[in-house]
């Protein structure tokens, strides 16, 4: 069994225009190995094959920073991202790895998770990088976590207006929330529309791509913050999920 990732430069430079230099894919190579080793004791992941690994994990959780190919610009300047639903890391420590001048939150409702993550974390040094144990519904209420990020990533966590009702209230007027989409349809996106405009936010953009191993169709959104969000959003535990927007 190779546990080696593949290093793909020519794809990572199509696809993304951009490569990982050496330290990156070596802490790219060090956390596969950890994931590896925390899925004998946590159920983390199914993804443990390095070519799998590498396309749904790292690459995926890249290309949903990198509208048009090019990584949001922002990243670049001390951007705060923040992650919910990071689940084993997903996709905010690759942004971590990727973007060391980022200052990258990784929300999680479940504590073991969070524990192996701080693992994570400080195996990779990665100092830009910190955790938090709480529900969304929960943080979006905090004042230091409400409207204090520039951008929300959420991949896997609901349906897309519960995403946007989990996002959009931690994010800045001006912010940008990417929810990461297997599939998607037109008439999606029409039922999404009420939802993000009542959290104060709209559809810039939604992109579909295709995965460069296994050519799947995966889609992000990426929804602007044009206005505060009012301050029943995000509504109690469980109520998004239940009466999403
Ligand atoms: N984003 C990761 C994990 C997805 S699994 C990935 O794409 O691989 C969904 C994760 O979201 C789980 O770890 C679960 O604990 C977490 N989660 C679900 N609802 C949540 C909520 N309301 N607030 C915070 N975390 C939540």
Redesign the pocket.
């Known amino acids: 069994m190779t546990n080696s990732l593949p290093e793909i430069a020519k794809i990572w430079q199509q696809t993304l225009n951009w490569q990982p230099n050496d330290a990156q894919q070596a802490r790219f190579q060090q956390l596969y190995e950890l994931i590896l080793e925390g899925n004998r004791q946590l159920n983390l ?1 199914r993804i443990t094959e390095p070519q799998e690994f590498w396309e749904k ?1 790292l690459w995926d ?1 890249l290309r949903g920073i990198a509208p048009q190919q090019k990584f949001i610009s922002s990243l670049e300047a001390g951007a705060s991202v923040i ?10 420590v690759p942004v971590a790895i990727v973007a060391p001048s980022s200052k990258v939150t990784l ?4 504590r073991k ?1 969070i524990t192996f993550i701080d693992k994570i974390l400080s195996e990779l040094s990665l100092n830009n990088a910190t955790t938090v144990v ?6 979006g209420q905090q004042q230091q976590h409400r409207e204090k990020h520039d951008i929300a990533l ?5 349906n897309a207006s ?1 995403c946007a009702e ?1 996002t959009l209230p931690l994010i800045k007027p001006g912010g940008l929330a990417v929810i ?1 989409r297997g599939t998607w349809t037109e008439e999606e996106t029409i039922a999404l529309q009420n939802a993000v405009q009542q959290l104060g936010g709209e559809i810039e953009s939604i992109e579909q791509f295709v995965t460069p191993l296994s050519n799947s169709i995966r889609h992000c959104l990426y929804l602007r913050k044009i206005a505060t969000t009012p301050a029943k959003f995000p509504r109690v ?1 469980g109520v ?2 239940q009466k999403p927007l």
């Not at 709480?134 to 943080?139: K, V």
């Not at 959420?154 to 609901?158: K, Q, S, W």
């Open positions: 992941t994990h959780s992650d919910i639903g990071t689940g084993a890391g997903f996709p905010g929300v999680d409702s479940t998770k709480a529900r969304a519904e929960e943080i959420i991949r896997a966590v609901g519960v989990y990461y535990v998004p999920t």
